[in-house]
């Protein structure tokens, strides 16, 4: 589970509500994953996005509390540990699904990611 941590002043300009928003990493669990998909459900007091690493190419698309997200890697190398990272305000989001794929497209078995805080 992922938490928002507390402002500690209103000097920071990051927070709002008394809430500052944390991050947390998304890493790949395959090696041999070169790409992978996975859906976001924000907390009811929350909203998610995504940083993608230089390394990645990545897409978020926002439909009302839930968050798809795509990355493919740039090269036939594995997705790297910091391809992304989720700018969280407030709850933390819960993964719903995530899938992961090889270099020829086809899908990995087993759960494609996890999230660290």
Do not use: H, Y
């Not at 507390?6 to 990051?14: K, L, M, V, Y």
């Amino acid at each position: 589970m992922l938490l928002a941590a507390a402002c500690s002043g209103a000097s920071d300009s990051n927070c709002e509500g008394g809430v500052c928003p944390t991050s947390a990493v998304v890493r790949v669990l395959d090696d041999r994953a070169r790409s992978c998909e996975l859906l976001l459900r924000d907390a009811a007091d929350g909203r998610t996005a995504v940083r993608f690493s230089d390394a990645v190419l990545g897409r978020q698309v926002r439909e009302g509390g839930r968050l798809a997200v795509a990355v493919t890697q740039r090269t036939r190398a594995a997705v790297p540990d910091d391809a992304m990272t989720l700018e969280i305000s407030g709850g933390a989001p819960e993964l719903v699904s995530s899938t992961c794929f090889d270099d020829r497209g086809e899908p990995l078995p087993g759960p494609g990611v996890e999230v660290e805080r």
